[in-house]
Antibody, heavy 124, light 112 residues
Framework: EVRLVESGGGLVQPGRSLRLSCAAS????????MHWVRQAPGKGLEWVSGISWNSGKIGYADSVKGRFTISRDNAQNSLYLQMSSLTTADTAFYYC?????????????????WGHGTLVTVSS | DIVMTQTPLSLSVTPGQPASISCKSS???????????LYWYLQRPGQPPQLLMY???NRFSGVPDRFSGSGSGTDFTLNISRVEAEDVGIYYCMQSIQLLFTFGQGTKLEIK
């Protein structure tokens, strides 16, 4: 059974940093691209970032480019999102999502499994 | 960035009746390899999104056949032939032909 469990969310002040983690199990993690998608409370979905299976291809939404860094540790079956210079606009549930394509390079990717999310609240 | 526009933003449907959601993209989602990178997700209340349809018209594993997708280029439609109570939630279309993936605003389906 595929499981994606996010952690690391919480309350953080504007301008500070936070690191999210996603622990994956139930599939061959290093074969698949992975993504972060966020959802502000009561709002729609926003793709944040994606990373290919070997970290060779990475993409970011314009809203987070230069502030967020996605990474993965295939030995630990883990995905990360380092977030810095946080603003109130970054307040959201952050979902970890598995790409359906093995050895995909992000383009044409889509998500077959999602975690339940971790809430990041940016507030003073 | 490719803008995805869904209509309507909400709909209320009697069980057993059909429902239809439109999704229009600001650019063609047809790739030169013939693949169209348009997907549909359903987010039930309190749950993460789940994949319904991929590449316009292919049902994901376990998705009932009352769901169907159609369209090409920039215009796409998700149809539910007979709405059931479990179909309640927010439906999103998504494109991934560009690396900056984008979602539609979402369409909230309620049961009358």
């Amino acid at each position: 059974e595929v499981r994606l469990v996010e952690s690391g969310g919480g309350l953080v002040q504007p301008g500070r940093s936070l690191r999210l983690s996603c622990a994956a199990s139930g599939f061959t993690f290093d074969d698949y691209a992975m993504h972060w998608v966020r959802q502000a409370p009561g709002k729609g979905l926003e793709w944040v970032s994606g990373i290919s299976w070997n970290s060779g291809k990475i993409g970011y939404a314009d809203s987070v480019k230069g502030r967020f860094t996605i990474s993965r540790d295939n030995a630990q079956n883990s995905l990360y999102l380092q977030m810095s210079s946080l603003t109130t606009a970054d307040t959201a549930f952050y979902y970890c999502a598995k790409d359906i394509n093995p050895f995909g390079e992000l383009l044409h990717g889509y998500f077959d499994y999602w975690g339940h999310g971790t809430l990041v609240t940016v507030s003073s | 960035d490719i803008v995805m526009t869904q209509t309507p933003l909400s709909l209320s449907v009697t069980p057993g009746q059909p429902a239809s959601i439109s999704c229009k993209s600001s650019q063609s989602l047809l790739h030169s390899d013939g693949q169209t990178s348009l997907y549909w997700y359903l987010q039930r209340p309190g749950q993460p999104p789940q994949l319904l349809m991929y590449e316009v018209s292919n049902r994901f594993s376990g998705v009932p056949d009352r769901f169907s997708g159609s369209g090409s280029g920039t215009d796409f439609t998700l149809n539910i032939s007979r709405v059931e109570a479990e179909d309640v939630g927010i439906y999103y279309c998504m494109q991934s032909i560009q690396l900056l993936f984008t979602f539609g605003q979402g369409t909230k389906l309620e049961i009358k």
